[in-house]
């Protein structure tokens, strides 16, 4: 354990687990506790979305020694069992969050944790707008509904960390490695937009499994893409006030 | 006789929408009659199955599997201060 409002975040996205891996993806966290006072995890969770697989996640991450926070991504939506896998991983002891946020205590330190699955529509000057047909019109105003709630959830928090987690980007920096053709499916501006406005200290998420750890937003709020793929370790620990 | 491109978005497809596998982030490559499967997957079954899947959509070209695992990393590295 850290001291004061020292803090220690361990992160990871996209460890799309199947049935498979049951029993096997927990010991790459043995002795997380000595390393990191918490683990974010920035959705993808699953590989088809299933409750089967669901299961095997919550099974994997419960009892941990530290807490848990995670969101789900696009993969854990493919079965629309999403509110099922959820209620999974909460009996299991893992925070969920949905568009909303969570404040913990970790030593003397508060953490708020603010996010939700995110959505794309690109980045300025090269996105989708709320114009023409409605199935356009619906794509963008998802996003825009999700980050309006990420501002109120961010507004709310009283915390001396606040940390964003995502599953889709919220810029373009960490994205590439991936072909620029397809960024507007990765992630959208309106979601740093949101967190720029209220402020935060660090923003996760994962989803560009080619992309690049390091990047920041318009605002200065430092970003970093945990997909695992792009990590290539089991997880990321970010320390903050001198923590580590 | 099909074009290459059409030939490997068509193997994209499978790949991200054939429930053995749905997988976004992998880069299909037609040169010839050769097929290439590159990117990176949690575990070795599924970069199998990948294979397995893009062959069926393509049976015709002689698939090169170069997927690499990058799961069973358990090097921690270094931690990075945020200050």
Redesign the interface.
């Known amino acids: 354990m850290s001291t004061l409002t020292d803090l ?1 975040i361990a992160a990871v996205g996209d ?2 687990l ?1 049935e ?2 049951r029993g096997r993806y927990r010991r ?1 966290l043995e002795g997380i506790e000595q ?1 990191a006072d918490v683990l974010l995890v920035a959705g993808d969770l699953t ?2 979305g299933t409750l089967e697989e669901g299961r095997v996640v919550a099974d994997e991450l419960r009892d941990l020694p530290v807490p848990v926070v995670t969101v789900l991504g696009n ?1 854990d939506y ?1 079965s629309d069992l999403q509110f099922e896998i959820a209620s999974e991983l909460r009996d299991a002891g893992v925070i969920v969050l949905d568009d909303d946020g969570v404040v913990l205590e970790i030593g003397e330190s508060k953490l708020g944790v603010v996010g939700g699955k995110g959505f794309g529509g690109g980045y300025a000057g090269k996105c989708a707008s709320e114009f023409g047909e409605r199935e356009i019109k619906n794509f963008v105003s998802h996003t825009r509904f999700i980050a309006e709630a990420w501002k109120v959830a961010l507004k709310e928090i009283v915390a001396d960390h606040r940390v964003v987690l995502s599953h889709y980007s919220p810029i373009k920096e960490t994205l590439e490695g991936e072909p620029p053709e397809i960024y507007p499916f990765l992630g959208s501006y309106l979601l740093a937009e949101a967190v720029d406005t209220v402020g935060a ?2 923003i996760l998420h994962g989803h560009a ?2 992309g690049t750890e390091k990047g920041i937003t318009p605002g200065g709020i ?1 970003v970093r893409n945990v997909a ?2 792009v990590l ?11 923590a ?1 | 006789m099909e074009a290459p491109q059409y030939v490997a978005a068509r193997v994209q497809q499978a790949l991200a929408e054939d429930g053995r596998t749905n997988e976004l982030g992998i880069r299909v490559d037609v040169r010839g009659d050769q097929l290439f499967l590159r990117g990176q997957v949690s575990e070795a079954g599924q970069r199998d199955r990948l294979g397995l899947v893009a062959h069926e959509a393509a049976p015709e070209l002689h698939l090169h599997n170069e997927i690499t695992i990058v799961g069973d990393v358990f090097d921690q590295g270094e931690d990075e201060h945020l200050d």
Do not use: E, S
């Not at chain 1, 290539?232 to 001198?242: I, S, T």
């Open positions: 220690r460890i799309h199947g498979d891996a790459r390393r590989r088809h993969h493919h200290d660090l499994h080619r430092r695992l793929p290539g370790k089991p997880y990321a620990v970010y320390c903050m006030d001198g580590c």
